[in-house]
């Protein structure tokens, strides 16, 4: 346990609630919504609880402009770090060396959160899920727009796999047979 991880708010503390409140509302995104129940979106994971919560006890209730450059470098880390890992598995499967673009945007009137991209997909996952499983379909997306080349594929079916936010997180899910063909790195 972390000195951190004994002061993290609960979901249902006045003061943490109020301060998704005034995020919400300040950056146009739904964080006051009941985020300890919904797990099949990125708001409701727990690891974007996590992340959340462990903000507020870093941080304190952060004006909105601090969260949004907090928020955006928080995506541009885990982005990068997610389509590092991919590009790995992308050369070892293929034999070919690719290069996919992780930019960031600061903060603006258009994306008051800033706007972290893999190729041309949009990066809007808080937890580590949710931006790896986003992260995964910018490496897929810009390898078939680019090269035409559809990866990864199931070793069974070989058909297409698409990234998906499972109970045991991030995972490539084969297109035909809806099983589960490998982890995510998140």
Do not use: K
């Amino acid at each position: 346990m972390t000195a951190d991880e004994g002061h993290l708010p609960s979901p249902d503390d006045p003061a943490f609630r109020d301060w998704l409140r005034s995020l919400s509302e300040i950056l146009d995104i739904a964080l006051d919504a009941d985020i300890g129940t919904v797990l099949e979106t990125d708001l409701g994971a727990p690891d974007t609880l996590a992340f959340l919560r462990t903000a507020f006890a870093r941080n304190g209730a952060m004006p909105a402009l601090y969260f949004a450059e907090f928020l955006g470098e928080h995506r541009r880390t885990h982005a990068e770090r997610a389509v590092t890992a991919l590009l790995g598995q992308v050369r070892r499967d293929t034999g070919r060396a690719f290069d996919i673009p992780v930019r960031y945007e600061w903060p603006a009137e258009r994306e008051a959160t800033g706007q972290v991209t893999v190729g041309h997909e949009p990066i809007h996952g808080i937890g580590a899920v949710g931006i790896a499983v986003e992260a995964a379909e910018g490496v897929q997306c810009h390898l078939a727009d680019r090269d035409r080349l559809v990866w990864p594929l199931c070793p069974t079916h070989r058909t297409g796999t698409r990234a998906t936010r499972t109970a045991a997180g991030a995972a490539w899910v084969c297109r035909a047979g809806a099983h589960v063909v490998a982890s995510l790195p998140a």
